[in-house]
């Protein structure tokens, strides 16, 4: 069964937007265009995961997500065009999961999505942690976080699988093409170039964090990430 989603959002662009880019990628989607609404779909349908707005009219997102949360402990992530503190902290201690400012690329809020998901799904042992733990470096797939020397770093989705994807298998050496097959799918029409990018950025953010660890470059190959000691 497609796990269903419910997008409570009153910009009909953005939750059309939504709609088709994750009805695409196998979910059922559900729409609502106010907080009123929305709570009467909430309890019509039980969704596994809400994707809510903040401003909307008859009641905001915020008090929906309190209201949510005294029913239940769905899976929400707030989306909102205001990035203050203030309004990150309003959100999670209404009791959201996520919250992602507008405005958003697709595959962060794919990313996300599946991140809270996973986290969600404590009754399945089959679902293993997605967390790898090398010196001064935490690469959180369930929470979607990485941790540099303590730090959490901002990262965008496609690097966080590209360093968790060579992280998985230290020492193991990975052509680019392969590297673009396994982490940006087969259906990905870009230049090998493209790796070429995303690992300088990674190592912008990890140059000279851990003498026991780091992404190499194996000449006329491709990359691994290459573990000396923990």
Known sequence: MATSVLIVEDDSHISDLLRIYLEKEGYAVTVAADGGQGLEKFRAIRPDLVLLDVMMPVMDGWTLCRTIRLESQTPIIMLTAKSETDDKITGLKSGADDYITKPFEMREVL????????????????????????????????????????????????????LYFLASSPNRVYTRNQLLDDVWGFDYYGDSRTVDVHVKRLREKLEGVSPNWGIRTIWSVGYKFEVTSQ
């Open 111 to 162: 990313a996300r999505m599946e991140a809270v998901l996973r986290r969600s799904d404590r009754s399945n042992p089959e679902t293993p942690a997605r967390r790898l733990v090398f010196d001064k470096l935490i690469i959180d797939m369930d929470s979607f976080e990485l941790i540099v020397d303590g730090k959490k770093i901002d990262t965008p989705p496609k690097e966080m699988e590209l």
